[in-house]
């Protein structure tokens, strides 16, 4: 039986092994305990950028790494040969460059970042999709339209509901219960949902690569991927979309290709080299976009564009929450298992 996978890189080392420099990256912390700490240490690409059980589920009672594996086997692993092509400016297939996006969609979903925004929409918007679908299924049921289960489609199993009928004072008619568990197994639905559904709606054309400006490198973060609103450089926000028509995408390969979806305008030639300002705007939106680390290949002034939090109750918080991670989110999908593996 293969071995577990509990340390889950949520920014996959082949990514990360781009910028490093003798098997080390720079990396600067932007929420630390004290005044104290350096701003930029050297980290490994092993010891940066995983939580333990960040992608682990249960199936049939046993904790299972399956997400793990089908992101490496379906994402990572097909990316590999198209990044270390494109950060050598060889020429690029049109497999190459969908490889490339389908890397960058999922890295898009699969961070604590996109986590925390992923619980926060499922708390605002479940109460009342979940009352819609009870009022459908029972609708459904009463007039006998509610179809076999062995028929339903195996991606359903994976959303965590519970279903009950409980009894009512009218003792002709019962009282239909939906509960949904809201944190990780939900999380992994919808990292499948959008992997497979979204994923087929994403436009594959006006990618190119960018080159900084001479003298710059690109740094990168634990939070790569970023969709752009941009009008001026005072007006622009993390809100958009992979399908807005007029949207940039942002994801560095390496310190020296940045992929680029040029939202509204034909793209250049892959590989054309931006200018000093474009190449500093560019640089100082990777940092902004960053969650709680920042990767470079060298380091550079980054208090300039964005100063880290010294705050140590914030980080022991912080540290504690990822350390019951697994254990409270397996304690909590007691009676969510799902009874069968999906294919």
């Known amino acids: 039986m293969p071995q577990l996978h509990r340390d889950n890189h949520y920014v996959p080392q082949l990514y990360l092994k781009q910028w490093a420099v003798d098997e ?26 995983f939580h333990q059980h960040l992608y682990t589920s249960v199936v049939n009672g046993q ?24 950060t050598r400016d060889c020429r690029l297939s049109p497999d190459d460059w969908h490889k490339l996006v389908r890397f960058a969609l999922a890295q898009d979903v699969r961070t604590p970042a996109w986590l925390r925004k992923s619980v926060k929409r499922q708390n605002e918007l479940l109460p009342n ?9 029972a609708e459904k049921l009463i007039n006998g339209e509610i179809s076999d289960r062995s ?40 990292i499948r949902q959008t992997l497979t559904n979204t994923i087929a709606k994403v436009p594959m054309n006006g990618w190119t690569i960018r080159k900084p400006a001479h003298g ?39 310190p020296t ?25 560019i640089i100082r939106i990777i940092v902004e976009h960053a969650d709680r680390y920042v990767f470079a290949q060298q380091e550079f002034r980054i208090e300039r564009t964005r100063k880290r939090i010294v705050d140590g109750k914030i980080l022991k918080e912080e540290q504690a929450t990822w350390k019951n991670w697994h254990s409270e989110q397996a304690q909590a999908e007691v009676g969510y298992d799902r009874d069968e593996k999906p294919s």
């Open 257 to 281: 290709h940045l992929l680029h979806r040029c939202g509204g305008v034909r793209p250049p030639a892959r590989g054309h080299r931006l200018d000093v300002d474009t190449t500093e705007k």
């Open 216 to 254: 710059y490198t690109w740094p990168t973060s634990d939070n790569p991927l970023i969709r752009l609103n941009y009008r001026d450089e005072l007006d622009y926000n993390f809100g958009g979309g992979w399908k807005v028509p007029n949207g940039d995408v942002l994801l560095p390969l390496s």
């Open 63 to 86: 904790q299972s790494d399956e997400l793990e594996r089908w992101l490496d086997s379906e994402f990572e692993a097909p990316a590999e040969d198209p990044i270390s092509r494109a």
């Open 24 to 49: 080390q990256i720079c990396t600067h912390s932007l929420l630390v305990a004290h005044d104290n700490v350096r701003p930029w240490k050297s980290h490994s690409p092993k010891s940066i950028a």
């Open 151 to 190: 028929e339903e489609k195996s991606e359903n199993s994976r959303i965590p509901l519970r279903v009950s009928v409980e009894p009512s004072d009218d003792q002709e008619y019962g009282v239909l219960r939906a509960e949904t568990l809201i944190g990780r197994s939900l999380w992994h639905w919808a």
């Open 129 to 137: 999709l979940l009352d819609n679908v009870v009022k459908t299924a």
